[in-house]
């Protein structure tokens, strides 16, 4: 139905429609797409990336690489990393709590709450590595573009990544120009926006350009979570002394507040030892009812609390966010007889204070991250048939992080101190063996040491009556002494006197160490330029993300994961540029993979860590087609076929009273009867639907000296878990998504005004699950609701 509906869309406006001035100026705001649809009179319009650390036309990149532009972040209303995901079928991008993001490409990627273990998808703003994913808020504004790299980034990025990167691109001064913008709006949910910049020269050698953006907007939970409160301001300098040599200085600084992203109850669970089986209750409260909201506060009160011997409590207390994030960096670029040299110092910190609530208990993180980072780039000119570039890296990033746990019957503690030095060297040369066929190799090698200083204490509260109904349930406090209980030595019990429950207190984990690790990471290619407009080529790379260290009772250490991906494809133009076909195949196969989820460790404390589960096979397609249907016609399509398969994943639990809650096959060690072995071999990967599609269409109306734009487009994926414990109410049914826009203006551009409606069908559903174990229940955070507004723009 969707695809008629677009189809009629277009071909009314297509016959009401016929003059190919206005094609080019349509272009710029049909630039929303994954690879932004950008027309002119004769042609699709050519986009200029630098992915491969060089600017080259897309359709000349041999890499697997989506791009969306300036214009189409505005137009869809991309204000953060979470909202890329509608765009790019590849990516999936979930709000966590605290204001942190959890990135997943083609079902590579994890849950990185805390600052002891590295994303697998590698951020990079203005070339820099960011190395929290938490520090990725306030950097969408006055951007150029965004790529995002599928697959491993083992040779030419500033840190190694297995399952991709996402290069943020600020749009950067220009000499001579005196030019600026202004982009506000205002929709449902009391949301407003305003983005602005302003470039202005100093001197005929050099130029300012300040930026700015404000967000905010009600929170989409009936609790008023789910919110947004983000200010941001960047300033550059860009300085060109001499032909040669070009200096740009750039300094920017974000604050993100309100409540942070929330969550919903999904059902209960109860095992039943008679038929051995859970017994699942839904909720019925729905995905808009946030876990505050009163309804959702009486259903937790019919919730047990596990070892307590009672039912919880109403959560509390109410989240928040007051996250700071500020740095500086410099581009410096030096031309030679022999080739380029580029030097890209920068500094970064990241100051985070939140308590958030998306595993439906409270959880307040106090983080302070500071980096540091040197890399340097050398791409030479042609010696006979070699282009080579070649490069070092240095990383240094301190992290220092207290983080308390709140479940009532659970009061969790942790403290670390992380410093991370890595160094890396890399070379990449291309031979130019005839006119149309390529050869390309490349190295890195990398070495990561870690210092790591950190410690984990644990409560419980445990009944040991046949039940506790007046025992005291822990608060949400900063520190352990806060708890207003007995402290019982590491290890021991203590009994709270009256209510026929002890507290028990986990044995102490310290851990106080360093970590190694080295690898050398490759990259092998062929290209070949098949037709003016077609190139095919194929590649084999490997990558790999560092171990580490944390306070967990045995998983202390953490091993390093290491991908092999191999990748075939074909970028082609047809029928005078009026027509791209792009097309991709890849296999990826992960050995030792890391997965970061809250869990329970040997001693039997709950944590959030990271485990080595064992190995992975993915692998699909992905075509992409852009269509100048007429002058002023632009029709978009990209899919995605994706197989996923965990080849090994295994864990081990304590053993309990219950099996745990999930599809994958459990049984208790028979050589440790104190634990259970839990096999999720052969599931699919969560946050991987099997097929993606996106769709849209962009057609122009002139009117005289001015034009009108309508926009339609639509994503659909189809079933998928969000949920690593692969458990009833973490699977997501298929789903559309739907937005439009009409937009109108001069043809000069100079301004516009525009309204909009996104998820028209409001359809609410699970972007990421989790069970809340002490409560016997799982808890979603789920995508926005159906928003609209209006915007306007003026430039000048």
């Not at 986990?506 to 407009?533: I, K, L, S």
Request: net charge neutral; with cysteine; hydrophobic share 40%.
């Amino acid at each position: 139905m969707r695809v008629a509906l677009m189809a009629s869309v277009a071909f009314f406006f297509a016959v009401a429609s016929t003059s190919p001035a206005t094609a080019q100026q349509a272009s710029s705001d049909a630039a929303a797409r994954p690879i932004p649809a950008a027309a002119a009179g004769t042609g699709l319009n050519e986009i200029i990336v630098t992915a491969q650390r060089r600017s080259e036309n897309l359709q000349r990149a041999a890499v697997p690489v989506d791009v969306v532009s300036a214009d189409g972040l505005i137009k869809n209303g991309v204000v953060g990393p979470d909202s890329l995901g509608t765009l790019v079928p590849a990516l999936s991008a979930t709000p966590a709590g605290g204001g942190r993001v959890n990135f997943f490409l083609r079902g590579v990627g994890n849950f990185t709450a805390n600052a002891s273990f590295d994303s697998s998808i590698a951020f990079n703003y203005d070339s820099v590595y960011v190395g929290r994913p938490g520090s990725t808020g306030g950097l969408f504004y006055d951007l150029e573009r965004v790529e995002v790299l599928k697959g491993p980034q083992g040779t030419l990025y500033g840190r190694n990544a297995t399952g991709g990167a996402i290069n943020v691109i600020p749009a950067h001064p220009k000499l001579g120009e005196t030019s600026g913008y202004v982009t506000g709006s205002y929709g449902n949910y009391n949301a407003y926006s305003a983005e602005a910049a302003i470039n202005v020269p100093l001197g005929a050698n050099a130029a300012l350009r300040v930026s700015g953006n404000l967000i905010k907007h009600d929170g989409y939970l009936s609790d008023g979570t789910s919110d947004d409160d983000t200010k941001a301001v960047r300033a550059q300098v860009l300085v060109k002394p001499t032909s040669d040599l070009t200096i740009r200085l750039s300094a920017d600084y974000a604050n993100v507040r309100g409540a942070g992203a929330g969550t919903s109850y999904v059902n209960t669970y109860r095992y039943n030892a008679a038929t051995g089986q859970y017994a699942v209750t839904p909720s019925g409260l729905g995905p808009a009812i946030g876990i505050y909201d009163p309804a959702a506060q009486a259903f937790r009160d019919t919730l047990h609390a596990g070892p307590a011997g009672r039912n919880v409590e109403n959560i509390a207390p109410y989240p928040y966010v007051d996250n700071e994030f500020y740095g500086a960096n410099a581009e410096i670029t030096l031309t030679t007889g022999a080739g380029t040299l580029t030097v890209i110092p920068a500094w970064r910190v990241g100051q985070e204070n939140n308590i958030s609530d998306t595993f439906a208990f409270t959880a307040k993180v106090v983080q302070h991250d500071q980096q540091f980072s040197t890399e340097a780039r050398f791409a030479g000119n042609r010696i006979g048939i070699f282009d080579y570039t070649l490069g070092a890296m240095f990383y240094n990033e301190q992290n220092k992080g207290h983080y308390a746990i709140g479940q009532q019957a659970l009061a969790n503690f942790q403290d670390i101190d992380q410093n991370l030095t890595s160094l890396a060297i890399f070379a990449r040369a291309t031979a130019h063996l005839t006119d149309a066929l390529r050869i390309v190799g490349g190295a890195r090698h990398t070495h990561d040491h870690k210092t790591f200083d950190g410690d984990a204490d644990g409560y419980t509260i445990v009944c040991v009556a046949p039940a506790c109904p007046t025992v005291p349930l822990f608060p949400q406090v900063d520190y352990p002494g806060q708890l207003g209980v007995p402290q019982p030595a590491p290890g021991g019990v203590a009994p709270l006197i009256g209510t026929g429950a002890i507290v028990a207190r986990a044995p102490a984990e310290v851990v106080n160490q360093g970590f190694n690790a080295g690898r050398v990471t490759y990259r092998g290619a062929v290209e070949y330029d098949v037709a003016p407009h077609s190139l095919a080529y194929a590649s084999v790379e490997t990558g790999f993300r560092s171990g580490g260290l944390q306070p967990v009772s045995g998983y202390e250490v953490y091993k390093p994961e290491y991908i092999t991906a191999y990748t075939i494809g074909s970028k082609n133009r047809f029928f005078d540029n009026k027509l791209q076909l792009n097309i991709e195949g890849f296999l990826w196969k992960y050995r030792d993979q890391q997965l970061a989820s809250i869990t329970v460790d040997s001693s039997g404390r709950q944590g959030f860590f990271v485990k080595n589960i064992g190995r992975t096979t993915n692998y699909g397609a992905e075509v992409e087609a852009r269509f100048l249907a007429t002058p002023l016609t632009v029709l978009n399509a990209q899919g995605q076929y994706l197989h996923t398969k965990y080849d090994s994943f295994q864990y081990t639990v304590p053993t309990g009273t219950a099996p745990p809650y999930t599809t994958c096959a459990s049984t208790i060690d028979a050589a440790n009867p104190a634990a259970r072995d839990v096999d999720c071999s052969g599931k699919p990967a969560y946050n991987a639907p099997v097929w993606t599609l996106n769709m849209g269409i962009d057609q122009t109306i002139p009117l005289g000296d001015f034009k009108a734009v309508a926009s339609v487009d639509t994503q659909y994926r189809t079933g998928r878990w969000v949920g690593f414990e692969f458990a009833q109410g973490e699977y997501v049914g298929p789903t559309w998504q739907t937005n439009a826009q009409l937009s109108f203006g001069p043809t000069t551009g100079r301004w516009s005004i525009a309204g909009y409606i996104r998820n028209i069908e409001n359809n609410r559903f699970a972007v990421n699950a989790n069970t809340f174990a002490i409560g016997s229940a799982v808890v979603a955070t789920t995508n926005p609701p159906r928003t609209y507004g209006v915007r306007g723009s003026v430039k000048f």
